[in-house]
T-cell receptor, first 111, second 115 residues
Framework: GDSVTQMEGPVTLSEEAFLTINCTYTATGYPSLFWYVQYPGEGLQLLLK?????DKGSNKGFEATYRKETTSFHLEKGSVQVSDSAVYFC??????????FGAGTTVTVRA | EAEVAQSPRYKITEKSQAVAFWCDPISGHATLYWYRQILGQGPELLVQFQDESVVDDSQLPKDRFSAERLKGVDSTLKIQPAELGDSAMYLC?????????????FGSGTRLTVV
């Protein structure tokens, strides 16, 4: 199966700060890549996706680019808000449709 | 927007008791997944169904856990007897036959506490 390495947290930021969460993966093929977000006490929600190399996924001000040459899919947001406090999961999907999760990165944004 | 429904949201049970969780996937999604998420960790796949058939239950502790999807629609996950270490969030997800484009859709989960 695939292996995902995510930047360890927790990460604490002030409002309007720049956020980066690093994610690299190992894969035998070239899967689609996803970022999921989990708010306290909730399930996982799809945040953004990229389905081929050099694709940039974006949603709610977050962006991530599928970098085939570095097998990376780093998540970025230019100006975070308190409402962005959550756990973020990088998740590649393999050609046999198995979704793999990293350990998650807890982000706390202070007002 | 279509959702994956799970119930109950919270469950407290005593160890050695039986407990069951229910999931109703998005209509038309052939594939259904049950995950366990221990606090502070990523989700771990327990069982995957394609329609009514189990396609992967390699990580399901079969001595105490069972799962069924009798008509290929909704599903039930059961634990009997529950142990203290089973305390976790149990997440259900569903996807179309090929999830490469849109991934899985997750429900809100059932938070289980075993006392």
């Amino acid at each position: 199966g695939d292996s995902v390495t995510q930047m360890e947290g927790p990460v604490t930021l002030s409002e309007e700060a720049f956020l980066t969460i690093n994610c690299t993966y190992t894969a035998t093929g070239y899967p689609s890549l996803f970022w999921y977000v989990q708010y306290p006490g909730e399930g996982l929600q799809l945040l953004l996706k990229a389905t081929k190399a050099d694709d940039k996924g974006s949603n709610k001000g977050f962006e991530a680019t599928y970098r085939k040459e570095t097998t990376s899919f780093h998540l970025e947001k230019g100006s975070v808000q308190v409402s962005d406090s959550a756990v973020y999961f990088c998740a590649p999907i393999s050609n046999d449709y198995k979704l793999s999760f990293g350990a998650g990165t807890t982000v706390t944004v202070r007002a | 927007e279509a959702e994956v429904a799970q119930s109950p949201r919270y469950k407290i049970t005593e160890k050695s008791q039986a407990v069951a969780f229910w999931c109703d996937p998005i209509s038309g999604h052939a594939t259904l997944y049950w995950y366990r998420q221990i606090l502070g960790q990523g989700p771990e796949l327990l069982v995957q169904f394609q329609d009514e058939s189990v396609v992967d239950d390699s990580q399901l502790p079969k001595d105490r856990f069972s799962a069924e999807r009798l008509k290929g629609v909704d599903s039930t996950l059961k634990i009997q007897p529950a142990e203290l270490g089973d305390s976790a969030m149990y997440l259900c997800a569903s996807s179309p036959t090929s999830p490469l484009n849109d991934g899985y859709t997750f429900g809100s989960g059932t938070r289980l506490t075993v006392v």
